[in-house]
């Protein structure tokens, strides 16, 4: 669709156009955010607070540290395996501040994983959790990494705060495994070595590659994508125009359980909110869903960042539907498909309807989304600010409104390409700089657009087209069923059937309840012919469920 075919329907307030050139990088807007909000909380981490004056001086005790201690020189690659802890936007920053680009790695990375993308990325250092430093040093002969920082979960906190933190997880709860690595530096103490140096500032343009940014290696090998300074500083502007549709300058407190090393979070809590001087409160570990909530009780918080397991997961709870939710403004979804029931729930629970946006790695990420006030539940919203879309058929013809084909993006977040690999780029993005999403898309007359599934994912039954989400989308409406994936299995009469695997709170729940269910609801070739009930559904780290696993399984069985 043209530019103006969205023009004419963006609603009152939505913003339609920014200036990505306006900053010369990451670094200019950091050093302006951390001087105007000096004294404003930048961070919240098991209690402890960071103002963004700390942000500054520490960040550049690090980069001080990079600069004068070690060997890296400005665009080496530097890996950080942090989860979100306070350490987390002290290096990133500091790392970029050196002029480095960041090789965001997940700390959840089996030793495979690790060693592939530290030798893809071609890292020099590592910044690593002590929880699994142990894994770190059985690659690190394997890979190119020169200089290695190591810290432990309480190292931002005060003396005894920060004995006690650590010492807990190492010797009461088991959680920071032996390892022996020599050459290895803490990171308290290369703060302070950093702090003896003088930080000297890098010139940094905004096409350099900021980050690279792996994408979950659910479709394939894990590629790098390449995500400029430009793509940050443009994708941060599309949604700082949203999310102050609503949202006050300085005045927000964002809670914060998705990893800041997956580029959806990373953008929110340290791109948009720092840059509008807003407070994140991190959460380690989303999985402890108790600590979770005791958390929660303990923040005014004004904006939730999520997706659609966490937040059936959270209203489930007792503890979690007596919280006070009378300051909470905006709900963020994004990462996976939100359904009707989970957004019908959270809104019944907190009085704060879901805004569900789209995107990808490889569009830094933000695509579309819904704009507070103008939700419509059920679509991914409409293109941000400086975006085209449109969607394709199989032979690459754009396809008129109202018709799903693959779902193209064009504007200035996409992606500079994937890293050293040229054919998966000219694969992934055509010549005039359109992006093919791989999902399966309908825009609709009124701008707004909605995600009918993963191109691979669909299920062909009998020659019919069935899409797994609206199969889910019912299945879990059932109100006994939490979570639910279906996939296509080879069937010998329709080629394929649809097999669904869902977990229950009712262990009396049978499968010809749910088939009943669905019977009502789906048309005849949708309805699942085979329900397998599972205690939990295979995720990937930041909670999307992974049909793939599921179809693998499915697979092998067939074989």
């Excluded at 402890?48 to 004068?68: D, G, M, V, W």
């Excluded at 502007?237 to 949203?242: A, E, F, S, T, W």
């Excluded at 800041?260 to 407070?279: D, K, P, Q, S, W």
């Excluded at 709170?505 to 010809?512: F, I, Q, R």
Aim: proline share 6%; aromatic share 8%; net charge negative.
């Amino acid at each position: 669709m043209n530019e103006q075919f969205f023009q004419e329907r963006y609603p009152e307030g939505f913003p339609t156009a920014i200036d990505p050139d306006k900053y010369g990088s990451v670094v200019e807007i950091f050093d302006g955010f951390v001087k105007k909000f000096s004294d404003r909380p930048a961070f919240t981490c098991l209690g402890q607070t960071i103002t963004y004056r700390e942000l500054n001086e520490k960040s550049a005790a690090f980069a001080a540290y990079l600069q004068n201690e070690t060997s890296l020189q400005p665009g080496d690659r530097i890996a950080v395996q942090l989860p979100n802890v306070l350490q987390y936007p002290i290096v990133v920053f500091g790392a970029m501040r050196a002029g480095m680009v960041v090789v965001n790695t997940n700390p959840l990375y089996t030793e495979r994983e690790m060693e592939h993308q530290f030798n893809d990325s071609g890292a020099k250092a590592l910044v690593v959790l002590a929880n699994m430093a142990s894994k770190a040093e059985k690659v690190l002969p394997n890979t190119g990494i020169k200089h290695v920082i190591v810290t432990q979960v309480g190292d931002m906190h005060d003396g005894l705060k920060r004995l006690l933190i650590n010492g807990v997880l190492k010797y009461v709860k088991k959680e920071v495994p032996a390892y022996t690595i020599p050459t290895s530096v803490g990171l308290r103490d290369a703060l302070a070595k950093g702090s003896s140096h003088r930080f000297t500032p890098v010139q940094v343009n905004r096409d350099d590659v900021a980050v690279l940014q792996y994408t979950g290696g659910t479709t394939g090998v894990a590629k790098g994508a390449m995500l400029t300074h430009r793509n940050l500083m443009a994708n941060m502007m599309q949604c700082h125009g949203l999310f102050t549709m609503i949202l006050e300058e300085g005045r927000e407190t964002a809670i914060a359980p998705l990893p800041l090393y997956h580029i959806y979070a990373f953008t929110v809590h340290c791109m948009v909110l720092l840059e509008t001087g807003n407070h994140s409160v991190l959460i380690p570990n989303p999985r402890d869903i108790p600590g979770f909530v005791k958390t929660l009780q303990k923040s005014q918080f004004s904006a939730f960042v999520g997706l659609n397991t966490l937040f059936v997961a959270l209203c489930n709870r007792e503890d979690f539907r007596a919280l006070d939710f009378s300051g909470l403004k905006l709900t963020i979804s994004g990462g996976m498909a939100l359904t009707k029931d989970a957004a019908e729930q959270w809104q019944k629970v907190t009085g704060c309807d879901i805004a569900e946006g789209f995107g990808m790695t490889e569009t830094s990420p933000v695509v579309s989304f819904n704009p507070p006030g103008h939700i419509k539940l059920g679509t991914i919203g409409m293109p941000v600010a400086g975006t085209l879309c449109k969607v394709i058929d199989e032979d690459g013809n754009e396809l008129p409104v109202g018709e799903p084909g693959e779902l193209c993006v064009h504007g200035p977040q996409v992606m500079k390409g994937y890293w050293q690999r040229p054919e998966a780029t000219a694969e992934t993005i055509s010549e005039d700089g359109w992006l093919k999403t791989g999902d399966m898309a309908v825009i609709m007359d009124d701008g707004y657009m909605k995600i009918v599934d993963r191109k691979k994912d669909m299920i062909i039954v009998s020659g019919f087209n069935v899409y797994p989400n609206e199969v889910e989308d019912v299945v879990v409406s059932h109100p006994d069923i939490l979570e639910a994936a279906a996939v296509g299995v080879p069937d010998a009469k329709s080629s394929e059937a649809v097999k669904v695997f869902v977990v229950s709170s009712n262990p009396d729940l049978t499968a010809a309840e749910i088939t009943s269910w669905c019977r009502e609801r789906l048309t005849a070739y949708k309805i699942p012919r085979h329900i397998e009930f599972r205690d939990e559904l295979p995720k990937t780290n930041v909670g999307k469920i992974l049909r793939r696993e599921l179809r693998d399984e499915e697979l092998k069985k067939h074989n």
